[in-house]
């Protein structure tokens, strides 16, 4: 009897193994290299300051259509990719390297210098100022997602970049844990509003606004929920489980931070608080029968039949808190005095330091607990356990880091003004209106982006779409997205879920 289509859609995405982390690595380096190659275009020709259709078309086809390349038709060949986006961007760069043997003058002093403007102005005393390379990072890593989630319904997206299964590494284990990190990285800049102002936190108030922030994301969780069922939409019930989905896990992170940022910051940090909780929750899975009874119990009751849920909830809550201390760690302008370990460093660098120290920790927490030498644990996704939390963290913080070393490189004078309005204007110079639209809006784009996807499935057969009709497809699918995300951004409008 021949299986029906939903049953073919569920099986192409289940019983998977993931990929290489080294990888996945190349896959998503096209994601700096063409932030490296905008950035050239930017401060070496100021390509997109007058920002028209022809600037958005470069602006999308680097940010988006490069890593939409790279998660399909160059997916055997991420290394020619990287290649082909960071040479122009060395050729480019070159001139500039001897042009600083002499003086030049800039032909944009006010953005690209500022220096005798920034002397005129008033003192620069925002706090947390804006950093476009973070922005350049959630940017990026929303549009991973928002490609993947309907490439990996078409054959043109490789097996491997789909969900493990249980055990293993893939792209969109990464991006499902990235897109957690990134949530807990701005997070932090509401805390550190707090402590700037000298608030109290208390646990009423703290749950009050945990509730407001977690309630239109259950409500997304429930209509995702009645959607699925009442279509009849094909879905992987080992990733999450029966009922249970992201949105959820989601909803359920405001109030369990609220928790933590009520802790005496001096004697809890939240890095700690992060890695104490994923340790025990690691100790549980692997002393009790709690991995068992997550992987293999039958699914009669409504516990078992969402236990996925349940479980990773932890590992991811440890995510969301490591991406927290990041934030806390990099955002504020002036470098605490008990972070600042490397004198004579300006503070970019200090940053970029501190960020490559935060990656180097995890990848050495990662090496010891994956190790056959010492624990042999393998990466789960599925119960986002130690090695999960650690894999994603690793990689989280690297990919920061290369951003950052990009920024500093291409944009060195953003922070040395004395007039906010010109660090203002510096860092909007220096940031990619594609990627800084799917930063502003990330939630509701990738809402829209989940409903997009649906659509396309409930009205294609996608396993049987050739390569061009799947090119095509996903190629108009991501330029609607971006056309809506960067029309919202252009009209300041910000939609808060």
């Keep these: 009897m021949a299986q029906s289509y939903k049953s073919l859609k569920e099986d192409f995405v289940s019983n998977l193994s993931g990929g290489a982390i080294w990888e996945i690595n190349y896959v998503t380096a096209v994601a700096p290299a063409a932030v490296l190659l905008w950035s050239a275009l930017q401060s070496r020709r100021d390509f997109f300051v007058n920002y028209g259709p022809t600037a958005f078309t470069i602006d999308f086809l680097l940010n988006v259509g490069a890593i939409l390349a790279a998660t399909t038709i160059y997916s055997s060949a991420p290394i020619a990719l990287n290649t082909l986006l960071i040479l122009p961007a060395v050729l480019l760069h070159i001139p500039t390297i001897w042009s600083r043997r002499r003086p030049k003058k800039s032909s944009h002093p006010t953005v690209a210098n500022g220096r005798s403007e920034g002397k005129r102005g008033q003192d620069s005393s925002e706090p947390l100022p804006e950093r476009p390379f973070i922005t350049h990072y959630r940017g990026s890593m929303m549009v991973v997602t928002c490609v993947a989630i309907l490439a990996v319904d078409f054959r043109v997206f490789p097996r491997r970049f789909a969900k493990a299964e249980t055990w293993g590494t893939s792209l969109m284990d990464m991006g499902v844990g990235s897109f957690v990190f990134a949530a807990g990285l701005a997070s932090a800049r509401p805390v550190l509003k707090a402590r700037a102002v ?40 080992s990733e999450y489980g029966v009922h249970w989905n ?15 940022q009520i802790l005496p910051q001096s004697l809890f940090s939240v890095h700690s608080i992060a890695l104490a909780a994923t340790l025990v929750y690691q100790a549980v899975l692997d002393t009790t029968s709690l991995k068992a009874y997550v992987l293999t119990a039958p699914r009669d009751n409504l516990l078992s039949q969402n236990r996925e849920g349940l479980s990773s909830f932890i590992g991811y809550f440890g995510i969301f808190l490591v991406g927290q201390a990041v934030g806390l760690d990099i955002l504020p302008r002036k470098t605490p005095a008990t972070v600042a370990f490397v004198s004579g460093l300006s503070p970019k660098q200090q940053i970029l330091t501190r960020l490559v120290v935060w990656s180097a920790w995890f990848g050495v927490l990662l090496c010891l607990a994956i190790s056959y030498r010492t624990f042999g644990l393998q990466v789960s996704r599925r119960l986002a356990n130690l090695p999960y939390m ?27 003004a004395t007039d906010q309005r010109i660090e203002t204007r510096r860092c909007k110079h220096a940031t ?20 997009m996807t649906g ?8 396993l049987q779409a050739n390569r061009a009709k799947a ?16 029309s919202l951004y252009a009209k300041k409008i910000k939609i808060k879920l």
Excluded at 205 to 226: E, I, N
Excluded at 391 to 409: D, G, K, P, R, Y
Aim: hydrophobic share 60%; net charge neutral.
């Design 198 to 237: 000298g608030k109290a936190t208390s646990i009423g108030p703290s749950l009050l606004a945990a509730a407001r922030h977690s309630l239109p994301l259950l409500l997304l969780g429930f209509v995702r929920l009645y959607s699925v069922k009442g279509l009849d939409y094909a879905e992987h019930v």
């Design 246 to 260: 992201f949105f959820f896990t989601l909803a359920l992170l405001p109030p369990f931070t609220a928790i933590v």
């Design 390 to 416: 650690l894999w994603v963290s690793t990689f989280n913080c690297a990919q920061l880091a290369l951003f950052c070393a990009i920024e500093a490189l291409m944009f060195p004078g953003i922070y040395s």
């Design 432 to 451: 990619s209106q594609v990627l800084g639209a799917f930063n502003a809006n990330g939630l509701a784009i990738f809402l829209l982006a989940n409903l």
């Design 455 to 462: 659509l396309v499935n409930l009205s294609t057969n996608t």
């Design 471 to 486: 090119m095509v497809t996903l190629f108009l699918y991501s330029l609607a997205l971006a056309s809506i995300a960067t």
